[in-house]
């Protein structure tokens, strides 16, 4: 498979097809009531985000910490109302501009062509790597810089 895709929204479009039906944006692709969970996250960022509006709080903090590149996806695995999805995604940190090389398994499922929860598997000890450690990246999160 290995399809390639500028963008999050991108990658989900393409490996849902028709499961989708949704609008343009991002937020478009995800019921009101999302559940989306990081098993993995380290301690500093958020294991669990519930609805929308936590889950656009999450994106929007997300970009002054990273700088997500080509996302490519590997395989899509469907069941029923639940899709497993392998990709991986390139970037760097923001501030530190280490490379942000990261892999996933995500386990989506739906409810009326929307996504209503989503489990996220990745490797943290690759965010942390790129944001410069545990501190830094909790710092980040909350929107603080390490030059103040």
């Not at 656009?56 to 970009?63: I, S």
């Not at 990709?87 to 398994?105: H, K, M, R, W």
């Not at 598997?121 to 790129?130: E, Q, R, S």
């Not at 944001?131 to 710092?139: H, I, K, M, T, V």
């Amino acid at each position: 498979m290995n399809n390639k895709f500028d963008s999050f929204s991108g990658l989900l479009r393409g490996a849902l097809g028709d499961r989708l039906k949704a609008g343009p944006e991002i937020s478009d692709i995800f019921t009101e009531d999302i559940l989306f969970e990081f098993p993995y996250t380290p301690e500093g960022l958020p294991r669990r985000l519930e609805g929308i509006s936590a889950l656009e709080d999450h994106l929007a903090r997300l970009g002054p910490m990273l700088e997500l590149g080509e996302f490519t996806l590997h395989a899509v695995h469907p069941a029923n109302e639940t899709v497993v999805l392998e990709f991986s995604c390139t970037g760097a940190g923001v501030e530190t501009g280490l490379p942000y090389n990261q892999d996933y398994i995500s386990v989506v499922t739906f409810r009326e062509g929307r996504i209503a929860r989503y489990r996220d598997y990745w490797n943290p000890l690759v965010v942390l790597g790129t944001l410069g450690g545990a501190e830094a990246a909790a710092q980040a999160y909350k929107g603080e810089t390490a030059n103040g």
